[in-house]
């Protein structure tokens, strides 16, 4: 029931902006959680921003100067504005939530189908 959706994908200049937006819907009794993730096609996933249930946002990848992250815990959402985009930023952002459905489930990661990025003249 749980889905985490992304937007804001697009093709863009190298030098332009993006800002991707996440939603999560269904049943959630807590949401722990946001983060993004930065996916080349064939390889794993790096985290490009972590952000915490108090709006505290970590952004571990040398790229973080250009990247910024936030997170509406009372609409569920989640954004990344990525600025001056280069070629090198072309990949698919994904998205994830953790969160509870219930009371007494367990603590759970639910991940969007991601966003495409393209950035090329």
């Known amino acids: 029931q749980v889905q985490v959706v992304e937007s804001g994908g697009g093709y863009v200049q190298p030098g332009g902006s993006l800002r991707l937006s996440c939603a999560v819907s269904?049943?959630?009794?807590?949401?722990?959680?946001m983060a993004w993730y930065r996916q080349y096609p064939g390889k794993q996933r790096d985290l490009v921003a972590f952000?915490?249930?108090?709006?505290?946002?970590t952004y571990p990848l040398p790229e973080k100067d250009r990247f910024t992250a936030s997170g509406d815990n009372d609409k569920k959402m989640a954004f990344l504005q990525l600025n001056d985009l280069k070629v090198e930023d072309t990949a698919e952002y994904l998205c994830?939530?953790?969160?509870?459905?219930?009371?007494?489930?367990?603590?759970?990661?639910?991940w969007g189908d991601g966003a495409q990025v393209t950035v090329s003249t």
């Open positions: 952000i915490s249930s108090d709006g505290t946002v």
């Open positions: 994830s939530a953790e969160l509870r459905q219930f009371s007494d489930s367990v603590r759970t990661t639910y």
């Open positions: 269904g049943n959630i009794f807590e949401l722990y959680a």
